[in-house]
Structures are given as C-alpha cells and as structure tokens.
C-alpha cells in the first residue's frame, strides 16, 4: 500500500477507535483523527516487526485494518493517559 492509502486507513481507524473508545479527548476530533494516522503506521510497524505477519498490498485486508486500529486504539488510551484532563473539575 502506499503512503496514501495508509493515511485513508488511519483516518478510518483513527474513527473506529473513537467509537470504541467513546468520552473527550483532550484534541478533539483533529487530534483524534491525527492520532489514527499515527496508529495506523505503528500498528503495521508492530504486526510486521513482532508479530510476524508482513504487511500486505491489499488494502481490505482484515489483518492490517486490525493492527491499524489497535494501533490507533493504544495511541488514543496513552494520549488521554498523558495530556487528558482530570476527572476533579
């Protein structure tokens, strides 16, 4: 895939990991979509570094779209960890 298809992957994983993991985000919907992006590429990195399975060239893999929204699923847990606002107002 190329770099293009991977930005459309992580906006799109960056959408379901938002309404898996529903509540405000610190970034709003930019930083929300941004830290898809973001997860799509470290959850490909991750599945073919560790996990041995290569990322392949089809775009509807289930394989890939899965490690983009883990990916984008723990980027978006460690970014509300880091920068999120308390639950004490």
């Not at 996990?51 to 509807?60: G, H, K, M, V």
């Amino acid at each position: 895939m190329g770099i293009i298809s991977w930005i459309i992957l992580g906006l799109l994983a960056g959408v379901v990991a938002k309404i898996l993991l529903p509540g405000r985000d610190p970034g709003g919907l930019i930083g929300t979509t941004l830290i898809g992006v973001a997860g799509a590429f470290v959850g490909g990195w991750i599945s073919s570094r560790f996990l041995d399975r290569p990322i392949t060239q089809d775009f509807y893999d289930g394989a890939t779209w899965v490690s983009a929204i883990g990916g984008a699923l723990v980027l978006l847990i460690a970014y509300r960890i880091l920068f999120g606002h308390s639950r004490a107002r």
